[in-house]
């Protein structure tokens, strides 16, 4: 399965839906994870540890257009939603 995590856009919201360790475990699994540039920095995980991980590091629209499954924290804001289409 394609997996995409995007970089939440609520304001205040620092968390991200995966940590390096969970894309290590799915990419071991046969899954391909994408990881939206930055999603991780307000929760202390750089992009660096994301692709050593087994991600690809990406912008939104590609993550979106590539991936089947979305994770995210918080529900999709209204910019957000014309992305899943």
């Known amino acids: 399965m394609n997996i995409g995590v995007p970089k939440e856009v609520k304001v205040q919201e620092y968390r991200v839906a995966l940590v390096p360790d969970g894309v290590r475990k799915l990419a071991e699994h046969g899954h391909t994870l994408r990881v ?6 307000g929760s202390g995980f750089s ?3 994301y692709q050593k991980a087994g991600a690809a590091v990406c912008n939104k629209p590609e993550l979106f257009k590539k991936s089947n499954l ?3 924290v918080k ?5 957000e939603i014309p992305l899943f289409e």
């Open 36 to 41: 939206e540039k930055g999603a991780g920095e």
């Open 70 to 72: 979305i994770v995210k």
């Open 47 to 49: 992009d660096e540890a």
């Open 75 to 79: 529900e999709p804001l209204h910019d």
